[in-house]
């Protein structure tokens, strides 16, 4: 199978800039990727992802037909490994575009192509709810899981101890009304200080979370050690010399895994691998990415040879806008509330209601 053009479009309307890529290959099938770098957060713009994926057939070669379907989309993308380092983000939509052709040509869902089961199953997402304001924390988390959630993540943002004490209260009332097993996560952003992780997390084992995400800055984690509730590890894992050490690090628990920063579903499912083989588990979640790299991160959750813990992959207020701005788009591997599953193939499967503004499908 040989790329033979490209198309680039960029969205404004959205909530913040998107960059959607089309291939076509000498069968006119369709493969599709985007890019939705978080500003704060990814390492690059989307100017910077324009650049790196502009003429991209030109410097492709022909895909292995005979290849497995992994083996063959990495050697496409190896001659562009060391442009796309930097912006990881476009590296994620060209490698989703590559394997969605791939798809299309074997017969296969994505999470196929990576080696999953030809059924995989369904997992769950998180719902998630930032902690304040904290008098109604309870009431949104209870709501959340009548909608049929198993577990939420709070995003802690207290600056200071009596802040960190307000949301210990509400946090104690959101137990009290959703007792285990329903599955508690929280996640301070690495605000905290490695004795002030120390001291919270043993203050936060009264409710009993399931873990607790990246607690300290990346370069601490693996000094964190076993502390009164577990933790995981999220941002540390961008940094490939951390991965080993966090692996067999006592307290770590969880690998949580964004594709979109950890360059692409190849490279994020290597290091899951590694974790579930070293008995960690591992979450799967979005950087608030768009329609396509949504639903190809749900194609890696499901490909894992283990299920994953529920996934941060739950619809999000920019993908609104954005399956707006392309005209509707049906993305089966979000189609059941609460739930991710494999779009069972050919490709990605996400399809849409109009014309696309380059091609259409």
């Known amino acids: 199978m040989r790329v033979t ?27 599709v990727g985007d890019a939705a770098p978080l500003p704060g957060f ?39 490994d060391l442009d796309l380092d930097a912006v990881p983000a476009a ?35 998180n719902g998630l709810l930032l902690a304040p304001p904290e008098e109604t924390l309870a009431d949104r988390a209870v709501a959340l899981a009548a909608r049929g959630y198993s577990a939420l993540k709070i995003k802690l943002r207290a600056g200071d101890e009596a802040g960190f004490l307000r949301e210990l209260a509400a946090l104690r009332e959101v137990r009290d009304r959703l007792p285990l097993p329903f599955a508690i996560r929280l ?11 120390r001291a919270r997390l043993r203050a936060l084992a009264v409710i009993a ?13 693996s000094r964190l050690g076993e ?56 979450v799967v979640t979005h950087l608030f990415d768009g329609p396509y790299s949504m639903a190809a991160a749900a194609e890696l959750a499901v490909s894992l040879p283990r ?21 509707g788009l049906d993305i089966p591997q979000l189609a059941e509330p609460g739930w991710i599953r494999s779009s069972g193939g050919p490709g990605l499967r996400v399809t849409a209601h109009a014309i696309e503004p380059a091609w259409t499908r």
């Open 209 to 221: 979370p399931a873990f607790v995400e990246q607690p300290v800055e990346a370069t601490l984690l």
């Open 42 to 80: 990814s390492p690059e713009s989307v100017d910077a992802c324009a650049r790196a994926l502009t003429g991209v057939e030109d410097r492709l070669g022909a895909i292995d037909d005979n290849a497995p379907p992994a083996e063959a989309v990495s050697a496409a993308l190896a001659p562009f």
């Open 227 to 282: 502390c009164a509730v577990p933790w995981a590890a999220d941002e540390s894992l961008l940094i490939p010399a951390l991965v080993d050490p966090l692996l067999s690090a006592r307290g770590c628990a969880v690998f949580v895994l964004k594709p979109a920063l950890l360059g692409g579903l190849a490279r994020a499912r290597s290091i899951a691998l590694r974790a579930l083989a070293h008995g960690l588990d591992v």
């Open 91 to 125: 590296r994620l939509a060209l490698e989703t575009a590559l394997f969605d052709l791939v798809g299309q040509q074997r017969g296969l869902s994505v999470a196929a192509c990576l080696g999953g089961l030809p059924s995989p199953p369904r997992v769950p997402v």
């Open 187 to 197: 996640d301070p952003n690495a605000a905290w200080s490695l004795d002030e992780a």
């Open 5 to 31: 053009a490209s198309r680039l479009q960029r969205s404004e309307r959205s909530p913040r800039p998107r960059l959607a890529l089309w291939l076509r290959d000498e069968a006119d099938r369709i493969g």
């Open 307 to 327: 299920p994953p813990l529920a996934c941060g992959l739950d619809r999000h207020d920019a993908l609104a806008a954005w399956i707006e701005d392309a005209g």
